[in-house]
């Protein structure tokens, strides 16, 4: 489970009740969810919270590195609380559903010296794609 809240709380970022359900609507391990998917949930719970105080907030969360924005080939951005835990992307091509996967190795070693072409290479992004079982079923 995502430790959103916690971590917000540690920064003093100031938690007024929008940003609070924004980040409560966020929390959880296979969290994925469009901006408009937070904004309906946020909704639920704050039902005068508007669009843009969503957009505005995951923005923010983006910022602070404390939400990851996830982009899937032409689909909605996707914003991922996960953003401490390392972790790489399973999307299904058919649905777009994302779950976080934990693939053994380490995807910054695996790439060889030769193929560096003197880069310092701090960073490593690798995305699986396939059908999840209800698009290949």
Not at 19 to 40: F, I, P, Q, S
Not at 41 to 47: D, Q
Not at 99 to 104: F, K, T, W, Y
Request: hydrophobic share 35%; glycine share 8%; proline share 5%.
């Amino acid at each position: 489970m995502s430790d959103l809240l916690e971590r917000l709380r540690g920064r003093g970022w100031r938690l007024t009740s929008q940003r609070r359900v924004v980040a409560e609507v966020l929390d959880g391990e296979h969290v994925h969810l469009t901006a408009d998917e937070v904004h309906a949930r946020a909704a639920e719970r704050l039902p005068e919270i508007s669009r843009a105080t969503v957009y505005n907030t995951l923005g923010e969360l983006v910022t602070l590195g404390e939400v990851i924005e996830v982009a899937t080939d032409g689909r909605a951005k996707r914003y991922d609380p996960n953003a401490h835990r390392p972790h790489q992307h399973l999307i299904c091509t058919g649905c777009g559903a994302i779950r976080d996967v934990h693939p053994l190795g380490n995807p910054l070693a695996d790439l060889p010296a030769e193929q560096r072409f003197g880069f310092t290479v701090s960073q490593a992004e690798v995305t699986y794609r396939g059908l999840c079982p209800d698009c290949a079923g």
